[in-house]
């Protein structure tokens, strides 16, 4: 009886030992620890390397950010990133009815979307200011606490405006309707400029797929030299939040950050020490 009370005292202390130490470390409980590295996806060129090697071979302790009309590509091959941006109200407005029915898809997984535009009322959407997409998702994901951003796809050097494409008129800007958008009004005139796309182009060497770009699209013309700007300007904020921003495209002209090897970084089991080039 003696033993048989021990064995019981003892087994009923080492269940409240058990029950005590999962209650101190929730890691036991919930086994999602916040990953604190991103991979920023730009739709530019080098996006091509790693949409060949699969978006399936990014380490799953990575979280994404996709972009643009990326979504098109993204629903084909049937892989989505963990946040969504576009921030072009006047893409937005045109993409309009395909973002709204992706945004309330329960079967795809992304967390957020941050558009200019409620397209929505999902609570996924965040409704953000018009901006540069680019630049847009490298600072979100500093606020959001990433503390090591990867970027690829991201070039600054595409050709401003594709042999198939021409510019629209004030009045067939008006039967789009973006005349009836006040942001789109508050615009000063260059942002105004709206090119369409006559003909979905063969080979389209702006972007990581061909068919980024199809007839009918609308599309505003990337300042290069605007965008390299803003790319000092992260690199100054990165600095001064300790965060590492480290660009995997092999053929980006951006030398503002440091370069890293994308077959490293899709093998690579951490991401705290990957050799990187200036």
Not at 21 to 46: E, F, H, M, V, Y
Not at 109 to 126: A, G, I
Request: aromatic share 10%; glycine share 6%.
């Amino acid at each position: 009886g003696m033993m048989c009370n021990t064995i019981m005292k003892f087994t009923l202390m080492t269940s409240i030992l058990a029950v005590l130490a999962t209650a101190r470390s929730p890691r036991r409980i919930n086994p999602k620890i916040r990953n604190d590295t991103i991979l920023i996806i730009g739709n530019g060129l080098s996006t091509r390397y790693l949409a060949h090697l699969g978006f399936d071979k990014i380490p799953k302790n990575v979280d994404t950010f996709g972009m643009g009309a990326a979504y098109r590509y993204y629903s084909y091959i049937g892989w989505w990133p963990t946040y969504y941006a576009l921030c072009d109200i006047k893409v937005v407005f045109y993409h309009q009815k395909n973002l709204k029915a992706i945004i309330e898809d329960p079967d795809i997984p992304v967390r957020k979307y941050f558009l200019p535009l409620r397209v929505s009322d999902n609570e996924k959407l965040e409704i953000i200011p018009h901006s540069s997409t680019g630049d847009f998702c490298v600072r979100k994901a500093i606020e959001l606490g990433y503390k090591r951003i990867f970027i690829i796809g991201i070039e600054t050097d595409y050709i401003e405006q594709i042999r198939e494409s021409r510019q629209l008129t004030p009045e067939e800007i008006e039967q789009i309707g973006l005349g009836q958008l006040e942001e789109f009004k508050n615009m000063p005139a260059p942002e105004r400029h709206i090119l369409m796309v006559t003909k979905t182009p063969l080979v389209n060497t702006n972007y990581f797929f061909d068919s980024y770009q199809r007839e009918g699209d609308i599309y505003s013309l990337p300042k290069g030299d605007k965008h390299y700007r803003s790319w000092q300007r992260l690199a100054k904020l990165a600095k001064k939040s300790k965060v590492k921003i480290i660009n995997l495209s092999p053929t980006s002209p951006l030398t503002v950050f440091p370069k890293a090897s994308l077959s490293n970084f899709l093998n690579a089991k951490t991401h705290h020490s990957l050799p990187v080039t200036k």
